[in-house]
């Protein structure tokens, strides 16, 4: 699982994630500056969910990093996100760019 900062301006990004049962810790982000995480399993109940909050200028979102029903599949290979002022967008193996995107929570 990999997180970029790719805020436009320079922005430090304050990223926070965390699942139920593990928090990952609060890390400061300069633009460009990457976040990983690994070693992390699937629950037995199929139930594992990571969220983030980020926070830049004093703007604070959240968002699904990881749902297992949903990202099994799609993250099978690499789960890697870029995170931009209008939402966090997923990076898509078959085109090549990070053009899967959410809206924030």
């Known amino acids: ?58 703007a604070l979102h959240y968002f699904d990093i990881y749902i297992y029903r949903i990202d099994l599949d799609r993250c099978k290979t690499i789960c890697w996100w870029s995170v931009k002022e209008g939402g966090p967008c997923l990076y898509n193996l078959d085109s090549g760019k990070y053009d899967i995107c959410s809206p924030w929570n």
């Open 1 to 58: 699982m990999k997180v970029s900062n790719d805020l436009e301006n320079g922005l430090v990004l304050t990223i926070h994630c965390k699942s139920k049962n593990d928090d990952l810790g609060v890390h400061a982000l300069p633009n460009g500056g990457t976040f990983e995480f690994f070693n992390f399993k699937p629950n037995f109940y199929a139930t594992t969910q990571f969220y983030c909050s980020t926070d830049w200028n004093g």
